[in-house]
C-alpha cells in the first residue's frame, strides 16, 4: 500500500507531482505529504487527510522548485498523524524519504540510531531510512552512494525515494518487494509505485528490478544495480493514458466501473484460444490444482470451483492467500496453482505463490494490471482485459474473472469457442440487470440504509455471490453483512433474524431454486425483509430484484451487478465516498 512519486525535470515539480498523486490515492489515503529541493533548501508540507483536503489547507501544489517526492499513504507502522505522514526526515533535515513496505528489523535499527544520537520524530518505521542516509552522506558519500549502502540494512519490503540538500538535483530511488515504475517524459523523469502516475505525462516505462537503484536527474536517468554497477534497462511505451480513468460524469469511479462492465465483458473473453487450451490440460493432468486469492478475487475463484467441477469433472480447492503458506507442504511439482489477483500486488498471494514456485508447482495469474509482480512469478498468465479500476471495491475485475473461468472450464472440454459463443449475449444482459434495477435499488437504499445486519444466502455456483454481495456492502456502506450458503443458515445464524432484518435471497430459476427459496422462506418466518434477486417473481420477496433469464453456468455475472448497485447506493445515501473506504487501499501490498 502506499503511492510513492518522484519527479525531476524542467517544470515545476509540485503540481506534477501533486495530479500523479491523486492518481495513485488508491493506494492510501489517511495522510500525504511534499517534499522539495529549491535552491539547495529542502521544503516539506504534509498532513493527515485526502490529499484534496491537505492541498486545501497547506497548499502542497505551490511548493517551489523542479525536484519533488510525494506520498499517499496507508498507515501500517505509527497511527494516523501528522508526524507519521510521509515524507520522512532526518535530525538535521537534509535527507527526506518516501517509502512503500515495511521494515522488519526497524526497531533494532532505530535502536543503534538513537543510541548514536538521532532524535525520532514519528512512530514509523520508514523513519530509519532517511536517519541512515544521513549517517552515510556524513561520511561524504552521494545520495545514491547512501541509498546503496542504506538499502541492504532495511529487512522486509522497501520500496523507497530520497533527495537531499546536500547533494541536490537528484531523485534517488530503490526498490524491495513493492513496485518502482519509472517514467521518461519531454520535459523530465519520473518514478512512481504505479506507471498511471505519470501516464499522460511520460510516454515510456521502465519498471525497475528488485535491488536496483534509479536516479533522476533533469537530464537524464541512470540505473545502477545493487554493487553500483551502471545498467542498461529497455523502456516500453507507455499506452493507456490517465484521461481513461476520469470519472465521466459519474459522481464516483465505483458506479462508473459498475456501468462499464457490459463493455468490458466482451473485452475478457478476448482470449488466446490456444494458452487456454494448454492451461486447461495442464490442469486437468495436474495431481492437484489450488486457487489462491484474496477478497473479491477469492470469490470469483469460488465460481470458478463449481464451473472445474461441473463442466471439466475436475475438483480444485480454493485457499485464501493469507492461509496458503499453512498448506505449502502439499505442494509439489503435480500441482498447479492459479492465482487470481486484479492488482497482481497483493502480498498474500505473492507470498504464497512465491512458496509454491519454490516447491516446483506451476504458476497460472489471473491478473488486470499488466508488468505487476506476480506476472513475473508466473509461468503463464492471463490477463482481464478490463482496464483500470480505480475505486476501492472490486466491481468489472470481478465480472472479468468469471469470465475467465467459464472459459477455462470449457476449455477443459475442448470447448473454448462454444463458452466465447455462449458469452455472446451476456453483455446485453447485464445492461438490463442494470437499467430494471439501478434507480429502484436507489430508492431501496433509502428505506434501508440505517439498518444494521444485512445477510446474503444463495446455493451452488450463485453462494459466493452472496459472499461477495456482503463484502461490497460491509467495504462501502460500513453495514455489517455476511454472506453464506443458504443452507447454512438455518445452522446458527437464524437466530439473528429479526422482525425486518434484510436478507438478500440470490435465488435465479435454476437447479438452486426450490432449496434457495425455502431457506428465503424460513427466514421470512422469522420476519426477514426478504430481497429476491431472481428471473422469477415470488409472493414471499418484499423487493423484487428483477434479472435476465440466462443459461444456469452464467448467473453470476448477472447476479452480483444488482448487488453491486445495492452496496454502491447504501454508501451514497449513508454519505460515505464509495471509492475510498475508510481503512482501506485498492492494493494490500503488506501481509
Ligand atoms: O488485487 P487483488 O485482486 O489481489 O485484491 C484482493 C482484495 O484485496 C480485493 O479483492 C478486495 O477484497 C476488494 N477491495 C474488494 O472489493
Known amino acids: 500500500m502506499c503511492g510513492i512519486i518522484g519527479y525531476c525535470g524542467k517544470q515545476a515539480a509540485a503540481p506534477i507531482t501533486f495530479e500523479a498523486l491523486k492518481r495513485v490515492e488508491y493506494r492510501g489515503y489517511d495522510s500525504a505529504g511534499i517534499a522539495v529541493l529549491s535552491n539547495g533548501q529542502l521544503l516539506v508540507k504534509k498532513d493527515i487527510g485526502k490529499l484534496d483536503e491537505i492541498e486545501a489547507k497547506h497548499s502542497l501544489s505551490s511548493l517551489p522548485g523542479n525536484i519533488a517526492i510525494g506520498h499517499t499513504r496507508w498507515a501500517t507502522h505509527g497511527g494516523v498523524t501528522s508526524a507519521n505522514a510521509h515524507p520522512q526526515y532526518d535530525s538535521s533535515e537534509t535527507v527526506a524519504v518516501v517509502h512503500n513496505g515495511i521494515i522488519d528489523n526497524y526497531q533494532e535499527l532505530r535502536k543503534q540510531l538513537a543510541s548514536n544520537g538521532h532524535h525520532f520524530a514519528s512512530e514509523t518505521d520508514t523513519e530509519v531510512i532517511p536517519h541512515l542516509i544521513e549517517d552515510e552522506m556524513k561520511q561524504g558519500l552521494s545520495l545514491e552512494a547512501a541509498v546503496l549502502a542504506t ?32 517514467g521518461i517524459g519531454d520535459h523530465g523523469y519520473f518514478a512512481a509505485s504505479d506507471a498511471l502516475a505519470f501516464s499522460g505525462q511520460a ?29 542498461a534497462k529497455e523502456s516500453r511505451d507507455i499506452k493507456s493514458k490517465w484521461h481513461d480513468s476520469h470519472k465521466q460524469g459519474y459522481q464516483f469511479f465505483m458506479l462508473k466501473e459498475i456501468m462499464e462492465q457490459p463493455q468490458m465483458l ?16 495442464d490442469i486437468l493432468r495436474a495431481g492437484q490444482v489450488i486457487v489462491t486469492a484474496c477478497g473479491t478475487s477469492r470469490y470469483a475463484a469460488l465460481v470458478g ?73 508466473s509461468d503463464h498468465v492471463i ?18 474473472q468469471l ?24 453483455s446485453n444482459e447485464v445492461t438490463k440487470a442494470i437499467a430494471w434495477n439501478n434507480e429502484p435499488l436507489r430508492k431501496l437504499s433509502q428505506s434501508l440504509k440505517d439498518k444494521d445486519d444485512f445477510y446474503y444466502i444463495a446455493r451452488g455456483i450463485n453462494f459466493a455471490i452472496a459472499s461477495e454481495g456482503a463484502l461490497k456492502l460491509k467495504e462501502v456502506s460500513y453495514i455489517h453483512a455476511e454472506g453464506m450458503p443458504a443452507g447454512e443458515l438455518k445452522h446458527g445464524t437464524l437466530a439473528l433474524i429479526e422482525p425486518g432484518t434484510p436478507v438478500a435471497v440470490i435465488c435465479p430459476d435454476d437447479y438452486t431454486y426450490r432449496e434457495t427459496l425455502s431457506n428465503a422462506i424460513e427466514a421470512k418466518s422469522r420476519g426477514a425483509y426478504i430481497i429476491g434477486v431472481s428471473d422469477k417473481k415470488n409472493d414471499i420477496y418484499d423487493f423484487w430484484v428483477k434479472i435476465p433469464k440466462v443459461d444456469e453456468l452464467l448467473y453470476p455475472i448477472i447476479t452480483v451487478v444488482p448487488l ?28
Do not use: W
Not at 529487512?155 to 526498490?175: M, N, Q, Y
Not at 490477463?383 to 472479468?400: D, M, Q, R, W
Open 151 to 182: 538499502a541492504p540494512k532495511l529487512e522486509g519490503s522497501s520500496t523507497f525515494l530520497a533527495i537531499s540538500s546536500l547533494d541536490p538535483g537528484k531523485v534517488v530511488g530503490t526498490r524491495k518487494g513493492s513496485p518502482l515504475a519509472i
Open 203 to 231: 510516454h515510456q516505462v521502465i519498471p525497475l528490478a528488485d535491488t536496483e537503484v534509479v536516479i533522476l536527474t533533469a537530464d537524464g536517468i541512470e540505473f545502477l544495480d545493487a554493487a553500483g554497477n551502471k545498467l
Open 266 to 281: 466482451e473485452a475478457a473473453a478476448t482470449q488466446d484460444r490456444e494458452l487456454f487450451t494448454k492451461i486447461a490440460l
Open 305 to 377: 470451483r463449481y464451473l472445474f467441477s461441473k463442466v471439466g469433472k475436475k475438483f480444485c480447492d480454493v485457499v485464501m492467500a493469507s492461509e496458503f503458506h499453512y498448506f505449502a507442504d502439499s505442494v509439489d511439482k503435480n500441482t498447479v496453482v492459479l492465482a487470481v489477483s486484479q492488482s497482481g500486488e497483493t502480498a498474500d498471494v505473492i507470498e504464497g505463490v512465491q512458496m509454491a514456485r519454490d516447491a516446483g508447482a506451476q504458476i497460472v495469474s489471473i491478473i488486470n494490471r499488466p508488468q505487476s509482480l506476480l506476472s513475473e512469478m
Open 383 to 400: 490477463y482481464l482485459n478490463c482496464g483500470y479500476e480505480i475505486s476501492v471495491p472490486a466491481t468489472k475485475s470481478f465480472l472479468s
Open 403 to 426: 469470465v475467465i473461468f467459464y472459459l477455462l472450464s470449457f476449455s477443459m472440454v475442448n470447448s473454448f469457442d462454444e463458452a466465447v459463443n455462449n458469452l455472446k449475449g451476456i
Open 564 to 591: 453491486q448497485l445495492l452496496a454502491y447506493h447504501l454508501a451514497v445515501s449513508r454519505g460515505h465516498d464509495p471509492d475510498r473506504p475508510r481503512n482501506l487501499a485498492k492494493s494490500v501490498t503488506v501481509k
